[in-house]
Every structure is written in C-alpha cells, then in structure tokens.
C-alpha cells in the first residue's frame, strides 16, 4: 500500500488552478490528480469511503496494457506510451494510492474515478518526460477507452483476481481443516439433533464432513460463476459500438491483462449485454451469498456444540483467544465464529446491493457501477480472510469432549428408534416416556415392561441394537 496521504484540500492546504472543459478548478498543489478529480471530491463528500484500492489498480493496469497495444496500434507515438505504461503500473502497484480520494457514492458509472486514474497516469508521465503537459487525460491515457467500458472491466478484473488469488485458496483450506477433523472425530458418536431435540445419535466426524461439503460445494459454485465474470466488456466503449476504438484493440489489451494476472480474461461475446448489465457480477455475487450462509450454519452449530461449560452442551471445546467479559472473570467467548457471521450477515447485505444494482440497468449502461464494485470486493476480502481465520484460530484447535458426548447420546431417549422393529413404534414412544418420566436409561425400561421375557427380542438383540456408535453405521445394501 502507498505511504501517500490524502491530498484532500484542507483551511490552510496550498492550491494549484487546473481546468478541463467546464473552466478552471482549485487543486491541492501537491496532488497528482487535477480538475476533474477536484470537482467529484466537492461534489461527493458522503460516506468518506473511496472507491476500493483494488478496483483503481485493475484500472491502471488496464491504462498500462492499453498504452502498449495502442503504440502497436500506431493510435499513440511510442515515447507516450511508454511513459502511460510506466505510470499506470506504478499505480497498479500501490505506490500512490493517497490520490484517489472520491467517494464511491459517485456518477453511476465510475466516469469520476476513471478520470481520477487518467489524471493521475498523465501527471506522472508528464513528470517522466520532463514536467510539460505532452500526456493528455482523455485523449491519450483514455485512447480507445470510455468509462463505460473499462470501470465495469475494472470491477471484473478485480473482483475475479480476487476470487482466484485470495477467496478460493481461503475456502479450500478452510475446507482441508474442517476434513482434517472429520477424520480425527470419525468415531465420537454423540446425540443428533433435529428441530433442536434429541434424536438419534451421529458422529461428530459426520457433522463436520457435512461443514466440509459445505465449503468444498462454495468453492464450486464460486469457481463456476467467476468464469462468465471474467467476460470483460472493453472495447464497447461509449454504447457497445466501440467507436473510437481500434478493432484490434480490446482483444489485444485483454490478453495483456490476461497474461499480467494470469487469470483467462475474454472479450464479451455481447458488449451491449456487458455494458447494459451486470448479471455475471449479480451471478458471482450471488455465490458468496452462499458461501455466507454455509457459513452461517458452520459457525452457529460451533457456537452451540461449545456452550457452557456447565450450562451448556460442551460437547466440543473452542480454543481459548481472549477474555470473553470485561466484568466476570473466567469467562471465555466464542469470538472467531462470531466475527464471521457478522462477515456472513455482510456480504448477504452487500448481495441485496449487488441485486438492487444489476437491476439498474437502463438501456445501454448500469449506473450503480461503483457501489457494485465495492460490495463485490468487500465481500471477497471478508469471506477470504475470514475463512482462514475460522480455520486456523478456531477450526484446527477444536477439541472434542468425547466422553461427555457419548454419555448424552447413551442418555438420549431417541435411541429408543432401533427397538421399533422389534417391539414397534407405539410400544418403543412409552418406553421413552417411562425413560424420561423415571430418570431410567432405555435398557433398564425395556427388561423391567417384559419385552425380553415375553420373547420379543433377546438381551443380545437389546444390547446391540443401543449400540450408540452402531446407529451411526447402518448396514448398507
């Protein structure tokens, strides 16, 4: 990340006048931005929130890759390109992140921020020719370019970046923990639950191979919804006609791009679907929404199966990571689950704004660009950051209470259940309730009403069919 600070103009900070086509304009003097960068920071002061880094990086890379192919174009001389490149990869890099200060509330299709990074890029190439103003914003460093189709491109670039190098590492790793202790618990029966009342017991390795299918079907559905994603509309530019661009160079700047990330980007076969709409991004998002509520499920059960520890089930014990109560003493949370569904209840919110967005598309263009693009990008980095997280802070260190699980499921009336064949159902339904009415395990209930005298089945036939681990393991065909 840069070192810059904002340069957002303050009572005593010294200015600058730029002008664009609107007239002149107050810029901070030591901005790298100029006038219409200036005009969007009055014209949006709202939520303080700038559009996110990784978008503006996607941007410059695109302004870096577009420069190179049109000097091959012959639309720009080379000595401009190169000086575009240089600059725009200099962003890309971070190296000056403190001068993109507009907020993402914006124009709808992120032509301000777009400007942002095109003033940005001229400033420092002029700087690299020697200070005169031979770059140009818009007619050089935006060549063959509008707003509304590389900030869209931009949002696909870093959104699809992410997945592939952040989000889907997160979940395969997150998922190789939660496997790792299905295997680990594969013989720790404990009561099943159903509507929250007992039922008939399970392993505590089965619930945690179903988390792991969980994750492992996330990561599926996000990989299978980050490939139309990876559509880029580039090369559309004002409309989906592509006036003012070289034929050749959308699918030129693409492959740059594609080969610099080394993530398959394409051209879109549609530039008036891809500029129109956003539904591969609804779609995508759509995915994460999933992953949140897999999620969701995993970290609320933790919760329950690590309550106590006398007044609650405690049938698995979560690592200990911090105090848990500023006023009684002792008292240890469960912090990491709880920090990731508050990412869950996140990201399912930035989907309803994913939705809302995409269907804000009036004829040729969406104009809730930026605001997509920052839901989109929110939601990656918190599920990628905080599945590994869960995964390591909490997923590896979880101890199962094995004793205290079998003693509930061996207490639990619901293992009444294999004595139906035996003895049937209505006759199984009043052995529990004496069970339960009497403080008496189901054995004992069973001998003391006759079911063995009377020949219904064997003290054997007894004793393995409330074999607890058994129940788990029905034969199979």
């Known amino acids: 990340m840069s070192t810059n600070t904002s340069p957002t103009p303050g009572q005593d900070t010294p200015m600058r006048t730029e002008h664009d086509s609107m007239g002149e ?11 219409q960068t200036a005009r969007a920071v009055e014209n949006f002061p709202i939520s303080g929130q700038p559009v996110p880094a990784a978008i503006v990086h996607a941007l410059a890379l695109i302004k870096s890759a577009a420069a190179g192919v049109n000097a091959e174009l012959r639309v720009l001389d080379g000595v401009r390109a190169e000086a ?11 190296e000056h992140d403190g001068h993109f200060p507009i907020d993402v509330y914006q124009t709808g299709s992120g032509t301000s921020t777009n400007m942002n990074v095109n003033e940005v890029v001229a400033t420092l190439a002029n700087q690299a020719l020697g200070g005169e103003p031979v770059v140009h914003p818009n007619d050089h460093v935006n060549a063959g370019q509008s707003s509304n189709d590389t900030f869209p491109s931009a949002i696909r670039v870093a959104g699809v970046r992410l997945v592939h190098d952040e989000l889907l590492p997160a979940l ?13 618990f594969a013989d720790v029966v404990k009561a ?10 399970v392993t505590l390795g089965q619930e945690f191979g179903g988390y792991a299918r969980q994750i492992a079907l996330g990561r599926q559905r996000v990989t299978e919804t980050a490939g139309p994603a ?5 090369g559309g530019t004002a409309a989906g006609t592509g006036i003012n661009a070289h034929p050749q160079f959308a699918p030129q700047v693409i492959a740059r791009v594609a080969a610099r990330t080394g993530v398959e980007f394409t051209e879109a076969s549609d530039h008036f679907e891809a500029q129109s709409t956003q539904d591969a991004l609804v779609a995508l998002s759509g995915s994460l929404r999933v992953v949140a509520v897999s999620l969701t499920k995993i970290c609320n059960d933790l919760r329950w199966m690590g309550s106590g520890p006398r007044a609650g089930l405690q049938e698995v014990q979560l690592p200990d990571l911090q105090p848990g109560s500023s006023i009684m003493p002792g008292k240890v949370n469960p912090v990491l689950p709880e920090a990731t569904l508050m990412v869950c209840a996140r990201v399912i919110g930035n989907d309803t704004t994913m939705t809302v967005g995409g269907a804000s598309g009036t004829f040729e263009l969406n104009v809730m660009l930026p605001v997509m693009g920052q839901a989109l990008v929110e939601s990656i980095t918190l599920l990628a950051n905080s599945s590994r997280l869960l995964a390591d802070r909490c997923v590896s260190g979880i101890v199962a209470n094995v004793e205290h699980n079998r003693e509930l499921a061996e207490s639990s009336s619901a293992i009444v259940t294999p004595l139906n064949k035996y003895i049937g159902y209505e006759a199984a339904a009043a052995v529990a309730k004496q069970s339960l009415a009497n403080r008496q395990t189901i054995r004992e209930v069973v001998l003391e009403r006759g079911h063995v005298e009377k020949g219904e089945l064997t003290e054997e036939q007894l004793d393995a069919a409330l074999d607890v681990l058994a129940m788990t393991r029905p034969p199979q065909p």
């Not at 575009?84 to 971070?94: E, H, M, T």
């Open 192 to 201: 099943g639950r159903t509507h929250l009342m007992d039922a008939v017991p």
């Open 25 to 35: 304009v107050q810029v901070p003097a030591d901005a790298l931005y100029a006038a």
């Open 172 to 184: 395969e790793h997150l998922e190789q923990a939660l496997a790792a202790k299905r295997d680990e």
């Open 84 to 94: 575009i490149s240089a600059a725009a990869d200099a962003v890309a890099a971070g």
């Open 230 to 234: 990876a559509e880029l509309p580039l």
